[in-house]
């Protein structure tokens, strides 16, 4: 594992605030081309055409009434359902975003059916204006901001949002009984770098349109930046556990420092391995509180979420992965006591890779933030091969949003992660400056057959400082099991600590990693 600090141009922001996005207006189609000879490969040719030009931002321009709305103005714009594509011929139906507000570049949507490909047109009638003054003469050309997917999935009566392709290249997607927290990305070009990240955008889709009774939505989309350009195929199928598979051809116009597939962005403002230096009545807050890994050799890795005082950077260097993702794991609502945000509905999101990706690393980012409006976690995979110009990137994957999985991981899973002082209330014992205490407790894959006859070991490793005081306990409380030790950093900056449970020298827990700095004491 590599750690890193950066001071990084500007951040990460909450609900898409991100960079200034750009625009394209690609080739347009005949008005009539036949569906069934559009696809992915035709995306993917007009990548692949895009690369081998000049970056060129969006040269048209919105009207300033647009551009100049608030926040309040912006959410007082709201799409008539009834003019939703495919109301009540579908399972499926879209909605359309306004422009305006932080949204200022347009998006162009088509629609592909048996008759052919079609532009969809902008018009103000699809919109609700309540107390908020637009051009009366906008131009059916203007395009939207973005769309939003709707499905039957807790009734058959009403149609939920389920996904939302919206600013930059980002998207989220919800299943049953979900709440929107942690959204993915296209791609992510030189996060966290010294030169500052580029945000590449989505500048077209294409929506297939699905049989009436179709459980399966396919979108296409171009994407464009400086760097890159690339083409995408999402096949959306919802569910308990929604589920997207992805499908993208990425072409290198600039060489690119890093580049970043199959990206997830979380927040966590707090939780309970952090310790607390405000006043909140909430006893955490995040989307997140770990990353979990698959790695190729099968090993099951959870690395609990920070908010550092300083940016941090860890690389989790691995061969062919078998997955990785940002998991919400504490779900009762005790846990949160949030009646708003409801973090405790928020999804896990699961990123299982198709195919061999080769060398490379999973990349954890943890960005300081002062509250819980930012978005502050990033994680993605780095291909080990350099991106050069001229590359092709191409990767296939399946996301999934999802509430619990007990097979990930099958084993015994961390639950808990606590840190603390090291002297015991009342202890007058004396322990070297810095010292600290863990308490980490593991629950579920077969720890609740145990007892505590049986041979049971907790292994700890850590490549600075010094490790004391261990102990493990069976915790007859939750049917699991408690380590806990003290760690002296030793003066060392950074300190990597891995514990497992083992039975008769075999894994019995996925390997719980962390990395301790002295960031991580309060501000």
Known sequence: ????????????????????????????????????????????????????????PHAGEIPNALKQLNYDDFRNIRFRKEQALWRDQRLFEVQFFHLGFLYQVPVRINIVSPDGVVRVPFRK???????VEVPENLSEDIG??????????????????????????????????????????????????????????FREFWLVEPEPQSTELTIYALLD??????????????????????????????????????????????????????????????????????????????????????LRVSSFQDQAPKGFGLMQRDRDFSDYLDLEAEYHQRPSMWIEPIGDWGQGAVELIEIPTEDETNDNIVVFWVPKRPAQKGD?????????AQLQNPYRPPLARTV???????????????????????????????????????????????????????????????NGWRVAFRLDPDGEEAVDLKLQLKLRGRPISESWTYLWTPSLVGR
């Open 125 to 131: 009638e699809m919109f609700v204006y309540e107390n």
């Open 225 to 310: 930046s400086p760097s890159v350009t690339g083409a995408y195929e999402f096949r959306i199928q919802p569910g308990n556990e929604t589920v997207v598979e992805v499908r993208s051809q990425v072409h290198i116009r600039e060489a690119v420092d890093k580049l970043g597939v199959a990206p997830l962005t979380s927040m966590f403002f707090f939780g309970e391995n952090v310790l607390r230096w405000f006043d909140d009545y909430r006893p955490e807050v995040h989307d997140a509180d770990g990353l979990l890994t698959l790695t190729g050799n099968r090993e099951w890795i959870w690395r609990p979420l920070t908010n550092p005082r300083e």
């Open 144 to 201: 939207f901001a973005g769309f939003r997917v709707h499905y039957p999935l807790h009734t058959p009566d009403y149609k939920d949002e389920i996904a939302v392709f919206l600013g930059a290249s980002y998207f989220r997607v919800l299943g049953r009984e979900q709440r929107f927290g942690t959204s993915a990305r296209g791609l992510a070009v030189d996060t966290a770098m010294p030169s500052g990240e580029e945000f590449p955008d």
């Open 392 to 400: 092709i990137f191409e990767h296939r994957y399946r996301l999934f």
């Open 416 to 478: 808990r992660t606590r840190i603390g002082s090291p002297a015991v209330a009342g202890s007058k014992e004396a322990f070297p400056k810095d010292t600290r205490l863990f308490v980490v407790d593991f629950e579920g894959g077969g720890l609740n057959r145990l007892s505590s006859e049986h041979p049971v070991e907790a292994e700890i490793t850590n490549n600075v400082g010094r490790v004391f005081d261990g102990i493990l306990l069976q915790n007859k409380q939750t």
């Open 1 to 56: 594992m590599t750690v890193a600090g950066f001071k990084m141009k500007g951040g990460v922001a909450r609900f898409w605030l991100v960079a200034v996005m750009a625009a394209f207006a690609s080739a347009a189609l005949p008005a009539r081309a036949a569906a069934q000879s559009f696809g992915f490969a035709d995306v993917a040719q007009r990548a692949q055409a895009l690369a081998a030009e000049a970056y060129v």
